[in-house]
């Protein structure tokens, strides 16, 4: 037989993991994979029935097993960290461990900013945040309260945004 390109295992992972997340969220939600991966793994769009209402964004990583204790570890880059806190959206960090087919969950907001000087860092991630028990209506409310927020920062502020940024 000629020789042939081999099918990467952290790619069998990766598929294994977007196929466990797509299968937790509501059956109506939507996700997709954008263009240029520069830490968005996924998007997800909610919707209330048909009608789209928000998105968020995920940082998808995968291991075969899982660490023993109270959480599970994620490796991150701090370029990737930076990147994602400077983004507009919510983004949530979830780590799926195929030896227990399960996945945590953490949001971005919560992880502690790492130390600037280094390349990576660990993220500890509750394994009571499991992707299989989560709450999506929670989730849907925690975004919607977030969007309502930002559509009402008062005018003293638009106005001090507006004059920095001569929109």
């Known amino acids: 037989m000629n020789k042939l390109p081999k099918r990467d295992r952290n790619k069998v992972l990766e598929r294994n993991s977007v196929l466990f997340f797509d299968n937790c969220i509501p059956n109506n939600w939507t996700t997709y994979k954008p263009i240029e991966d520069y830490g968005v793994d ?14 968020f964004e995920v940082q998808l990583k995968s291991s075969e097993n899982s660490i023993n204790g109270e959480f599970e570890k994620a490796r991150l880059k701090v ?23 399960e996945a ?19 993220v ?41 940024n001569i929109i």
Do not use: G
Not at 43 to 54: A, G, K, Q, R, S
Not at 79 to 101: A, D, F, G, Q
Not at 104 to 122: A, G, V
């Open 42 to 55: 996924l998007i997800v769009n909610i919707f209330e029935d048909e009608h789209p209402l928000y998105d």
């Open 79 to 101: 370029s990737t960290y930076n990147y994602l806190k400077n983004r507009l959206h919510i983004v949530m960090l979830v780590k799926y461990c195929e030896e227990e087919n």
């Open 104 to 122: 945590y969950w953490t949001l971005l907001c919560d992880i502690i900013q790492p130390n600037q000087s280094q390349k990576t860092f660990t």
């Open 124 to 164: 500890s991630i509750p394994k009571k945040n499991k992707l299989s028990n989560l709450d999506w209506n929670s989730v849907k409310a925690y975004i919607k309260d977030i969007v309502d927020y930002k559509l009402t920062i008062d005018d003293e502020i638009r106005i001090k945004i507006r004059q920095k």
